[in-house]
């Protein structure tokens, strides 16, 4: 498991406040993700949005530095599903700039595995869609039951 990133943050708690957040898009994702990544980010890009797109994400909070924010989320495991999620951390500064990035995953300790990057994405679209607060998770028990809905087409072997 990655160590945890020390940053010193003016106030102790956590908010869902996102007026802390520098001005990020999705092309200072990109780039920060290739400028950090040993390889062309390709890979780190694609999965990154998946985990966005398919909202892997979740428990963002957002903590206020000096010059920026630390974000810290957390994120649902793709393969093995009965371990505990992933944890990110990321500290952006004014510009906008990436100070450091960690995860709990193997990746993560370089600081551009796709868990990461997904909290980017996700940052970035929560900043294009204009809203100043970070929306709440929708909890199952919250939305109507949906045992009795069918799940779609059954998967069927294909021939090779």
């Known amino acids: 498991m990655a160590a945890k990133v020390n940053v010193k943050t003016s106030d102790s708690t956590s908010t869902k406040d996102l ?6 898009n999705f092309s200072f994702v990109e780039s920060v993700v290739k400028s950090g990544s040993k390889s062309q980010g390709d890979k780190e890009i694609s999965k990154g949005y998946k985990y966005f797109s398919e909202k892997y994400l979740f428990n963002i909070s957002v903590h206020k530095l000096d010059n920026g924010c630390m974000v810290t989320a957390r994120c649902h495991r793709s393969q093995k599903k009965n371990e505990s999620p992933h944890e990110i951390e990321i500290s952006l500064v004014e510009g906008p700039g990436l100070e450091s990035s960690n995860c709990s995953c193997a990746i993560g300790k370089s600081g551009t595995c796709g868990h990461v990057t997904g909290l980017l994405y996700t940052l970035a679209h929560m ?32 021939p090779s």
């Open 127 to 158: 900043k294009a869609s204009n809203l100043k607060s970070i929306p709440s998770d929708i909890l199952k028990t919250s939305l109507p039951q949906t045992w009795h809905i069918p799940r779609g087409e059954k998967l069927k072997n294909q």
């Open 19 to 24: 007026t802390f957040l520098p001005a990020i």
